[in-house]
Structures are given as structure tokens and as C-alpha cells.
């Protein structure tokens, strides 16, 4: 993947999290902690309702928590995708955080059960920061609505 894309995606990723209407933000101070009361676990593979065109993308589940407050949290990352920016294409987005439902009502049919998991802790690293400090959330909307998501917000920020 290319670099600047990949430093870019992790930067933005966590301000997209802010700022989407489609995220849900629990304030003040949190402690996350791993949790296993949720049918999604760690490693799992699976087939999602994709963007058209990117039927063979996958998502890994990367960490499963939870905190006073806030739902369980599902971290995956996403791979197999097209999307497209100047600088050219990216096909993984290594980190997303989502509310459990909306992983969900995404989700369709599980692949594996051990899936190599994306290099993710830096950008979960960014929003366990944001989100413990109450100025991050997880996002609420589909795999797919948060991929054009953060697709539009890697070409917004890169026509600056």
C-alpha cells in the first residue's frame, strides 16, 4: 500500500470517527477492556455487504471491548478494497471501530476463524486516546458507508 496513503488513512481516520454523523461518542474519561460476551472474536474473517465492486473484500475482527457507558466495540480492519484517491489506490484500511450492531447488520457469512490481523495499533492506538478523552466515537453506519466515509475524506483532504 502506498506510504502516504497509509500515514494519511491513519490521521484522518480517528477525526472521521469524530466528526461523521453516523458515530456515536460516550464522553468523559473510559477504560476499555477486552471483552468476550459478543459472538465476533478475534482473528474472524468475514464476508460483508461490500461497496459494488468490491465483493471480495473482507473484514478481520481485531479487538473486541467494551467500557462503562459504550456498547461493545468491534475494531476490524478491512481488506480486498478500491478505493481511490490522488495519490492513487489503497486496498486496506488496517483500523475501524464500530458499535457491535453495526458490524452486524454488515456482516454476512464468516470465512475463517484465524485471519491474519491488519497492523492496526497505531491507528487503535490514536482512537483509544481520542475516545478515552471523550473526543472520539466508533461508527454506528455500515462496513461499506464507513469505507466511502473515509474514502471522500482522503480525497478532501488531499485537494487542500
Known amino acids: 500500500m502506498n506510504h502516504f496513503l ?3 488513512s491513519h490521521f484522518c481516520l480517528p477525526l472521521l470517527t469524530m466528526g461523521l454523523m453516523g458515530c456515536s461518542r460516550s464522553p468523559g474519561k473510559t477504560m ?3 471483552t468476550e460476551s459478543s459472538e465476533f472474536k478475534v482473528g474472524q474473517v468475514w464476508n460483508y455487504k461490500a461497496r459494488p465492486g468490491e465483493d ?3 473484514l478481520v475482527i481485531l479487538k473486541v471491548e467494551t467500557a462503562p457507558g459504550w456498547s461493545n466495540i468491534v475494531h476490524v480492519g478491512v ?7 490522488l495519490k492513487g489506490t489503497q486496498d486496506t484500511i488496517p483500523h475501524m471501530p464500530f458499535d457491535e450492531a453495526a458490524v452486524k ?3 454476512t457469512t464468516k ?3 484465524q485471519g491474519k490481523l491488519t497492523d492496526f495499533q497505531e491507528g487503535y492506538g ?4 481520542a475516545a478515552s478523552s471523550g473526543k472520539g466515537g466508533v461508527f454506528t453506519i455500515s462496513v ?3 469505507v466511502a466515509a473515509i474514502e471522500g475524506g482522503l480525497n478532501n483532504a488531499q485537494m487542500r
Open 32 to 34: 476499555f477492556t477486552d
Open 126 to 129: 490514536l482512537w483509544n486516546a
Open 105 to 107: 447488520k454488515s456482516v
Open 111 to 113: 470465512v475463517s476463524d
Open 79 to 85: 481488506v480486498g478494497l478500491k478505493i481511490r484517491s
Open 144 to 146: 461499506a458507508e464507513a
Open 56 to 58: 471480495a473484500s473482507t
Open 6 to 8: 497509509w500515514r494519511l
